[in-house]
């Protein structure tokens, strides 16, 4: 299955597109509290040795763990960790706090990294973001920040709305229809076309009560609040029948011949349904357990668990190229925090695959300068001609 194809476009493609164009939530609760917890009642209930003495050598091997960061994650917690991930190779970007971290094309190419600082310097947007992301044609940022406000290439868009969460499907210049989809605070859902910010904003007529939307071509799939589904196309909704206490849907799939729905339940199982097609999705996801986030990629389907490991499932045709690239990222990466595909970054702040990548920091609660004075220390790579952290730095 071809999960939202990347087509590749030069800069200045991107600027016709985006004609208008002028160029997150506070951070999850960290993992590690429990364990301090225990760590205290542990020393307590250890008493003395014989001899008189504490056990210092446990008492050293309990303080060695409880300073290590471990995963440890509800889906809303992990839900919002996404939110703020958008791992897009050469243009992604993260939120934490007040700090806004991007690689390197974020910063010369598209710009979006600065456009996004100087609009907090100006006191136009807040300085704590809620969600992100980069859309996948343009490489163009949509930033929703903390008070309600969706920025689209520097621009406000659902500007008479308090947006809540929001999902972009921009993929092709061609003429087809698709959408930025956005979650208003009284449930509502709001619409317009991904290729012009000056393009009408629609209702879906029919879809109340939504805490998350995904948007896929010109359909959505919804979660209301009360943990039903819900997909429309064409204006028609269908309720997805015994979908019942569900935490996030992933609409995904090809252009006209195949989509496929998979859900989240509360209870960290999935279910999966095609809505055009035949299923491509692999049957074993339907067994997996204790997931909190879903990644559609190409030809496979992986589960970031609680505890920040993964599983995976390939389609019955996948390629070598897949397998590999599984057995090396998902097969491989724990204590994750924040996942997208071929990027993560864990609970104690190492970077994996291309969230290396996030070489520029920025404290947005710090006047706005030359954008190289966001520049991040790491090792420069010949292959990839960028620099290279390996953990992501604290920003003042």
């Given at each position: 299955m071809k999960k939202r194809i990347f087509v590749p476009m030069a800069a200045f493609a991107a600027s016709v597109a985006l004609t208008a164009c002028s160029g997150g939530a506070d951070a999850s609760q960290e993992a590690g509290q429990e364990q301090e917890a225990n760590q205290e009642t542990g020393q307590k209930q250890e008493g003395e040795s014989p001899d008189g003495q504490e056990n210092v050598e446990e008492g050293k091997n309990s303080e060695a763990a409880a300073g290590t960061e471990k995963a440890n994650w509800t889906i809303e917690e992990a839900i919002e960790n996404h939110m703020r991930f958008s791992g897009k190779g050469f243009y992604s970007m993260y939120a934490e706090g007040t700090t806004l971290y991007a690689a390197s094309n974020a910063v010369?190419?598209?710009?979006?990294?600065?456009r996004y600082a100087e609009l907090v310097s100006e006191g136009t947007a807040g300085s704590q973001i809620r969600q992100i992301q980069t859309a996948d044609y343009s490489d163009m940022e949509l930033i929703l920040d903390s008070?309600?406000?969706l920025w689209y290439c520097g621009?406000?868009?659902?500007?008479?709305?308090n947006i809540q969460y929001f999902d972009c499907?921009?993929?092709?210049?061609?003429?087809?229809?698709?959408?930025v989809a956005a979650v208003t605070a009284d449930g509502t859902v709001v619409y317009c076309d991904a290729q012009s910010l000056d393009s009408e904003v629609n209702t879906a007529e029919g879809l109340t009560n939504v805490k998350y939307v995904d948007a896929f071509w010109d359909d959505l799939?919804?979660?209301?609040?009360?943990?039903?589904?819900?997909?429309?196309?064409?204006?028609?909704?269908?309720?997805?029948?015994?979908?019942?206490?569900?935490?996030?849907?992933?609409?995904?799939?090809?252009?006209?011949?195949?989509s496929e729905l998979i859900g989240l339940k509360q209870d960290g199982t999935l279910v999966a349904q095609a809505m055009v097609g035949t299923p491509e999705y692999p049957e074993e996801i339907l067994s997996w357990t204790d997931i909190v986030q879903v990644i559609r990629g190409n030809e496979y389907v992986a589960g970031l668990k609680s505890d920040g490991s993964f599983v995976y499932a390939l389609e019955a045709d996948a390629g070598d190229y897949t397998k590999e690239l599984c057995e090396e990222?998902?097969?491989?990466?724990?204590?994750?925090?924040a996942a997208a595909k071929e990027a993560a970054i864990t609970a104690d702040r190492e970077l994996l695959g291309d969230a290396r990548l996030l070489s520029y920091g920025w404290n947005l609660e710090n006047p706005y300068t030359?954008?190289?004075?966001?520049?991040?220390?790491?090792?420069?790579?010949?292959?990839m001609h960028t620099v290279l952290l390996t953990r992501l730095p604290e920003v003042s």
């Open positions: 010369s190419d598209t710009e979006s990294f600065s008070e309600g406000r621009e406000q868009i659902f500007d008479d709305y499907f921009f993929v092709t210049n061609a003429g087809y229809t698709q959408n799939a919804v979660v209301r609040q009360d943990g039903t589904a819900a997909y429309m196309d064409g204006g028609e909704i269908t309720e997805l029948e015994g979908w019942t206490d569900m935490a996030m849907v992933y609409l995904n799939g090809d252009q006209d011949d195949y990222t998902y097969g491989t990466w724990t204590n994750v925090m030359d954008p190289e004075a966001a520049r991040l220390e790491g090792e420069y790579d010949d292959d």
